[in-house]
């Protein structure tokens, strides 16, 4: 890391600081702050804000958690945000990716939505959301073709909550990779546990 954490456990310096990180630490239990929020609390606002933000956008959206999990995995692997795909990973694995398409979100090139059918171990929406997610990572505009490829599978509010947890982690990698939260960079996905 960068930067020192702070201390944890955390010595806020009045009411409003500790009101923040007991929202914090409600979000995160039963597990303890993790080194992102460690960091965060550098700046209790940001840190309040961001734990209000990420914790909409883990627990409030629509999105099936493979799908959700498969998107921030690709964003990961794109941003090489090793610490992310370390947490985010086997949570995709936990919501039921197999292996082969877990190979498919780990791999390093480009993911282009050209074929009708995706590769094997990815239904057509996991294919479209990791193509989606590609594309806003790399390039930050996304083609006609693969934007009318995820209408046709998703309903607005779902096209909405993908866009934004694609965008949400984008931030959140590279925070991560920027500061080396979790001491993380240049390990590679294989390494990073």
């Known amino acids: 890391m960068r930067l020192p954490y702070t201390p944890n456990p955390p010595t806020p310096s009045s009411p409003t600081e500790a009101a923040v990180v007991a ?13 992102l929020d460690l960091t965060l609390l550098h700046s209790p606002p940001v840190a309040d804000g961001w734990n209000a933000f990420l914790g909409a956008i883990r627990t409030q959206t629509t999105i099936p958690a493979d799908l959700r999990e498969l998107a921030i995995s690709r964003v990961a692997v794109v941003n090489r945000a090793w610490y992310e795909w370390m947490h985010h990973a086997p949570l995709a694995v936990a919501a039921g990716v197999g292996e082969a398409g877990m190979a498919v979100a780990k791999g390093v090139g480009a993911l282009v939505l050209e074929a009708e059918e995706g590769p094997a171990g990815l239904s057509e929406r996991q294919w479209v959301v990791l193509c989606f997610a590609d594309e806003m990572t ?30 949400c982690y984008n931030m959140v990698s590279r925070f991560l990779v920027a500061l080396d939260v979790g001491e993380k960079n240049g390990l590679g996905p294989d390494a990073a546990h």
Do not use: S
Not at 23 to 35: D, G, K, S, T, Y
């Open 23 to 35: 929202r914090i630490a409600a979000r995160r239990a039963p597990r303890p702050l993790q080194p």
């Open 138 to 167: 790399r390039n930050v505009e996304v083609r006609e073709t693969t934007f009318e490829r995820l209408r046709g599978l998703f309903e607005e509010r779902e096209v909405v909550e993908l866009t934004a947890t694609i965008a």
